[in-house]
């Protein structure tokens, strides 16, 4: 990717800087809200648009896969556009496209208006973490990526459901939409008035359209087929397969091409010669997984087990986004003040979701919010932990010129982890819903004396409530249906956030194991650098006692000069 460098702004100046902050914050709220829209609002959204499965598919895959797009573009276009002016850009983009989508129901133009949110999104995040990055010194880094964390992972994970649910119950989707227009207005006028660094152009050269087009498609294949290969029950859908094998082609095309482009295409891969980018990659890709599928996971049990309403399901994750806060913010604080290594708090939030997924796996049909809630809250304290920790140290050893690029490709990790963590999820949950419902159902027959009971004793509560003994047994029967569908939905919930814990159980040797490696990797490479340097024959510079002293009367003598000059090259000889 082309070089960006930047000239940084006078830091004296707390009041544009706090500014600048702000404004950087409010722009990743625009997209919280806006990449959220559809976990709540997908029933409200189809019954308006009057679209099919199908066709509401499209409103996710076109916002998830220019966001991926925008991650990868933002790097080149910082190096051409100023900074204060993409992100002043991509923020009133996303305003203008949420106004234009919150008062229109036709389908066709929503997909188009999520393709400029999610590419505009995508820009504005990388933009905004990069100009954090460039404009303060190292040391205030911490609390300012824990404040940047707050609008890019808390907010979308926790505030955005809640705040969601709320409008759907009181007015409707369209109001979801509405609500980006004052933030992003506000956003831009605090990017505006604040200092913002500038860049120095550094021999930009032509954009890689060949490079662009093969990683959108690949990009758009894998989006839709992580996000609907569920429903279509995966390879047995031929146009899954179609696209699977297209997806793979063209970013196997696309590697090629990056190899034969020598650096000069459109990514820049340097910053995975940073043996700790490469671990907090890693790392990202296992915590985004965690982070999206324990975010749909639990709005998921609460609304399709627990008969939450929206609002409901979104206020049960709000407590947890204060503890999430909080220990951003704690961590933060142990960094910056206390001056711990960031990699001392991966480990308590590792175990901090583990231990919380393993509680919600005991939850049950006759659980509430009071039930589950010590577990949420531990959920957020952990991914406080753990996000802040890869952050810092994914971009510790990256400079000014690949700094940008690193932001994009953290970024796209963390967005496939979480795309591959929901796909895995809903799939386990559907296939054990059905297994379940099998094994539940042969051992739920006329026979049993216990399910006979159950059968005449609802039965009976039906007729004596008026209903007619025919029908009440029909009832029942129904009644008791639902009963084995509805435990046979609870188990398979309880075994998916099991597998989240399991997760990490598995996960945590192996990047324990990955970071051991590319430690001694980097390490034996550094050694071959300097046993290289050393083999290199050094120009033998001339020592004093092999310099002839001369009189200062001699100096004025071009013969005597000549004479010395001879007098020197004897004397090195025999050096």
Known sequence: MTAVVIAI??????????????????????????????????????????????????????????????????????????????????????????????????????????????????????????????????????????????????????????????????????????????????????????????????????????????????????????????????????????????????????????????????????????????????????????LFGSAFLIPSFAVSVLAFTPTDAGLLLLPSGALFIGALLIAAFLMQVRRIPPIATVPFGILMIMVAMWMLSGSTIESGADDMMPAILLRGLGLGFLFLSITLIAFGKLNHQNLASGVGLFNTGRQLGGLMGVAWLQTLIENNVAANVAMLGANVTAGIPAVSERLATTTAMLAAKGMDPVAAGRAATSLLGRAVAGQSTVIAFDTAFNAVALLFVVAAPVMVTIKIGLARYMRKRTEQSSLALRAVPMPIAPTPDMTPSLPPSTLASNALVEGSQRQMEDAQLPA
Request: proline content about 5%; hydrophobic content about 55%; aromatic content about 12%.
């Open 9 to 290: 702004p006078d830091r004296n100046r707390p009041a544009t800087g706090a500014l600048l902050v702000a404004g950087i914050i409010l722009a990743t709220l625009t997209e919280a809200i806006a990449s959220t829209v559809l976990s709540l609002g997908r029933g409200d959204i189809i019954g308006d648009t009057y679209a099919t499965p199908d066709e509401f598919a499209w409103l996710d895959v076109g916002y998830t896969a220019p966001k991926l797009i925008g991650f990868m573009a933002a790097a080149w276009l910082m190096n051409r556009v100023s900074p204060r002016c993409l992100i002043v850009s991509s923020t009133i983009a996303m305003g203008a496209a949420c106004a234009l989508a919150a008062i229109t129901t036709q389908l066709d133009l929503l997909v188009v208006l999520r393709v400029m949110q999610g590419f505009s999104g995508g820009v504005l995040l990388v933009a905004g973490q990069t100009i954090i990055f460039l404009a303060y010194p190292r040391r205030h880094q911490p609390i300012l990526q824990a404040l940047f964390a707050i609008g890019s992972v808390v907010a979308p994970a926790t505030i955005a459901p809640a705040f969601e649910g709320w409008l759907l119950d009181s007015q409707s989707w369209m109001w979801i939409f509405f609500s980006v227009v004052p933030v992003a207005l506000a956003a831009a006028g605090f990017l505006l008035l604040a200092d913002c660094p500038a860049p120095v152009k550094a021999g930009p050269r032509p954009f890689d359209w060949l490079g662009f087009s093969l990683l959108s498609t690949a990009l758009f294949c894998f989006t839709y087929v992580l996000g609907q290969g569920s429903r279509w029950d995966w390879f047995e859908e031929r146009h899954i397969v179609c696209l699977t094998v297209v997806g793979a082609a063209t970013l196997l095309a696309f590697l090629g091409q990056q190899m034969i482009a020598k650096g000069q295409g459109l990514l820049d891969f340097t910053p995975f010669r940073s043996d700790d980018f490469s671990f907090a990659f890693i790392v990202s890709f296992v915590a985004g997984a965690a």
